[in-house]
């Protein structure tokens, strides 16, 4: 599933109350928590957003979340920016261990980082996620348009009847794939505008929401 939506600074302020508001729909079967011997680790990460050493990913206390933190993911266009700044990417593969007899499902997650847009200028923050060996998958995108100049946040919330669940008695990596791009636009060319999914102050995180419940 693909969605684009493109906003505006309002647009995005407005769609983040939304959402935050909205309660999504229960059910009988997801537990209030994860269960105890989750494990999450990286078993590998490549592309030009995430160079070796800056992305890190940690699990929550409830076993419920994890969240997934870059050092250096910036795009960039405009000024002396390089054609190669344009766009950045990041491919991670968690290696998640699952207790015997649960299994989980991504119900949203929360993209934040910063973006300062001259006018005229674009972004597109993507990203898609899947577990190995399956062909389906989750893929997100929406723009954002200048002129733009704060933090970002967008929650992408998974509908109860679209939970992707983890197979049961398979441990498989999930797969996680960000793209971060930038386009010039009608903008000043000598201007610079970017927008990052970086978090080198700890606080802009990207967190992945879990759904638990027995096989």
Known sequence: MRRRIPMSFAA???????VTVAPAAASEQ??????????????????????I??????????????TVTYGDYLARVGGKSKVTDERKNCQ???????????????????????????????????????????????????????????SWHIRDLVNNT???WSPCGEQRNFNINTQLLLDLGTSDKSEVSFISMDSTDGNLKTTYHYDWKRC
């Open 53 to 66: 050493g800056t992305a890190a990913v940690a699990l929550s206390e409830s076993n419920d979340s994890f």
């Open 92 to 150: 991670i593969n968690l290696r998640v261990h699952v207790p015997h007899g649960y299994q989980y499902a991504i119900s949203s997650v929360d993209y934040r980082g910063y973006a300062s847009l001259q006018e005229g200028a674009r972004a597109f923050p993507r990203a898609s996620y899947y577990f190995q060996g399956r062909m389906e998958g989750r893929a997100w995108e929406v723009s954002l348009e200048g002129p733009f100049e704060r």
């Open 162 to 164: 679209e939970l992707m």
């Open 12 to 18: 995005v302020t407005l769609a983040m109350t939304a």
């Open 30 to 51: 997801v537990l209030a928590h994860g269960p105890d011997g989750v494990g999450i680790e990286i078993a590998s990460v490549n592309g030009s957003g995430c160079p």
